[in-house]
């Protein structure tokens, strides 16, 4: 589904991705963890092209991403689902609008736009907002209303940048539920990068813990958290404890 080889990337001077390789199944929900600018983000911005990586490879399902010009590009990121920590809404959208907006921009009829949109806003339970503008909503419902657009295209993968990293303490959990009945339901292949230590426990088939740039350990979470072999997950299985 997903395979990245020796993927690399520096900001001036500093190594964001020195050598990543990893695979994902299709169908699999895979987190990754590991601590402030370690690369989780910029690895993830780089599977739809947000970040350019300066070498390396990625393979979804068996084409190479980064050959990807134009049309093309733009039909892969259409592809992939993305939630990013800030909603990214556009404020003079309607939130409907919002969900509805790269189906239209893809040529999408209006009517079976808006009912796709319908559809997702359903699911995260948000349909009676449909008519309202985000700066009317919570910021708990403004990332419900990120997660429908990105699953209203019918991603092949969906990529989730620390989605409740900008929420309010108290707006966590409505997030995280919506997004482990996702994980239950949507049978889509799913990275989600996240602090958020129990519920990875809960809906993860494998964790990733990454360290300066670097993948460190990874593996089923009862085993990495049970009989961590790296210091970053010694530091989570801390946190785990603690809860």
Request: proline content about 3%; glycine content about 10%; hydrophobic content about 40%.
């Amino acid at each position: 589904m997903l395979e990245i080889k020796g993927l690399r990337k520096s900001f001036g001077k500093l190594v964001a991705l020195d050598g990543v390789d990893l695979t994902v199944s299709k169908g699999e929900t895979v987190v990754i963890m590991g601590p402030s600018g370690c690369g989780k983000s910029t690895l993830i911005r780089c599977v739809n092209r947000l970040t350019e990586p300066d070498e390396g490879t990625i393979l979804l399902g068996g084409k190479s991403v980064l050959d990807l010009r134009g049309s093309e590009l733009q039909d892969l990121r259409r592809n992939v689902g993305f939630v990013f920590q800030q909603f990214n809404l556009i404020g003079r959208l309607t939130v409907l609008e919002n969900v509805m907006f790269h189906l239209v921009l893809g040529g999408m009829d209006l009517d079976e736009a808006r009912e796709r949109g319908r559809l997702v806003l359903e699911k995260v339970g948000l349909r009676s907002t449909q008519e309202r503008r985000p700066h009317e909503l919570s910021g708990g419902q403004q990332q419900r209303v990120g997660i429908a657009r990105a699953l209203v295209t019918h991603p092949q993968i969906m990529l989730w940048d620390e989605p409740t990293a900008s929420l309010d303490p108290i707006l966590v959990g409505e997030v995280l539920e919506v997004m482990e009945e996702l994980v239950k339901t949507a049978a889509t292949t799913m990275v989600i990068v996240t602090h958020e230590v129990s519920f990875a426990l809960r809906v993860a088939e494998r964790i990733v813990f990454m360290d300066k740039g670097q993948v460190v350990e990874q593996g089923a979470p009862r085993e990495v958290f049970e009989n961590p072999k790296s210091e970053i997950a010694r530091l989570y299985r801390k946190l785990l404890v603690k809860q």
